[in-house]
């Protein structure tokens, strides 16, 4: 009987070590299970894309519970479909998304519902059916384009001015919002848009679709409206190059507030850049285990994003975390 008692003991004290270890191993300590997630990020097209991944690689980190598989799609909608499907057939426990674009998202989507793996979309949001995903995180791109505008509008609004447009991505939310927000807050001013073309947020498409802007229209142009810092910097180059001056022959207003181009606003390149803020992996990753643990999570969350003349760029320069 001794001997029985001794081997059941033996068998349930290995049984708490396996539980045991297997919570161990699985990194989480204190017995929570460590959540795997698939990240499908856009690529690395800008110095704002940079800060985001990495405060989404800082936030799902293994000390902080996680395991975190990264795929940048190189700006490719293919690619990023792709990296889904991977993500889905490794079983993950969530799928978070930065779109590139915002259509063509259903079908894998619908498939990871099938597959019960909640996605969560962090800085864009996608046209499709919202019971796809469980939230979105990130910025108000509209707003950031009514408040670009509304600074052309009180600067420039009652004087003939010729602009241009650098746009973002082709098909990407913060393209078609941002211009949708400038349109609005131009409307019925002396603002007149002469071109509008994509520099998909880099720099050197910046910097060659100014070029070509100069050509045509020389010093015609006097308002650069660039959708992001980097295109904007990218079209200094070809302003200068040109023989004029930027921030004053032509004035320059853009989004996303990183320090090079808070930087080139301190100098006088440009003249008002409105924030759009990257730093979104804490909240990502509290939603995250929010939804992984069943909790009810808010559909959306808004970053607030600030707005900086001359001045504010000086003050904030010293300080800026991206
Ligand atoms: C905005 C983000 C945009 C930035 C660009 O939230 O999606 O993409 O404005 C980045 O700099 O490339």
């Known amino acids: ?40 990020q856009t690529g690395s097209e800008s110095g704002w894309r940079a800060a985001n991944t990495q405060s989404m690689k800082e936030a799902f980190s293994s000390k902080n519970g996680f395991k975190l598989i990264f795929n940048a799609a190189d700006n490719k909608p293919e690619n990023q479909i792709a990296a889904v499907h991977s993500f889905i057939n490794q079983g993950v426990d969530a799928i978070v998304i930065a779109a590139v674009v915002t259509t063509g998202w259903d079908d894998v989507l619908k498939e990871a519902k099938d597959a019960k793996i909640p ?10 059916d919202p019971s796809l995903y469980a939230s979105w995180i990130g910025d108000d791109f509209k707003k950031e384009g009514e408040t670009a505008g509304g600074w052309a509008a009180s600067t420039l609004g009652t004087t003939a001015t010729n602009m241009v447009v650098l746009e973002g991505t082709t098909g990407s939310a913060p393209a078609i919002d941002r211009a949708k927000g400038f ?4 409307a019925g001013t002396s603002i007149t848009t002469l071109d509008s073309q994509t520099g998909n947020f880099t720099r050197a498409d910046g910097k060659t679709v100014m070029e070509g802007f100069l050509q045509k229209y020389g010093n015609k142009i006097n308002l650069l409206f660039a959708q992001n810092d980097d295109m904007g910097l990218g079209a200094l180059d070809a302003i200068k190059a040109a023989g004029l001056t930027p921030g004053k022959d032509i004035k320059i207003v853009s989004i ?27 909240q990502v990753a509290s939603v995250v ?34």
């Open 1 to 40: 009987m001794k001997k029985l008692m001794g081997a059941i003991a033996a068998i349930g004290l290995m049984a708490v070590a396996l539980t045991g270890c297997s919570a161990g191993a699985a990194g989480g300590g204190g017995g929570h299970k460590v959540i795997t997630v698939g990240f499908a």
């Open 119 to 128: 996605v969560i979309l962090e800085d864009r949001t996608i046209d499709a």
């Open 183 to 186: 349109s609005s807050s131009i």
């Open 256 to 282: 996303d507030g990183t320090k090079d181009g808070l930087t080139a606003l301190s100098d006088g390149q440009f003249n008002y850049v409105v924030e759009c803020n990257p730093l979104l992996g804490d």
């Open 289 to 322: 285990k929010d939804v992984i643990a069943g909790k009810k999570v808010d559909k959306a969350y808004t970053a607030k994003d600030l707005a900086f003349d001359q001045a504010a760029a000086k003050e904030a320069l010293p300080t800026r975390k991206y």
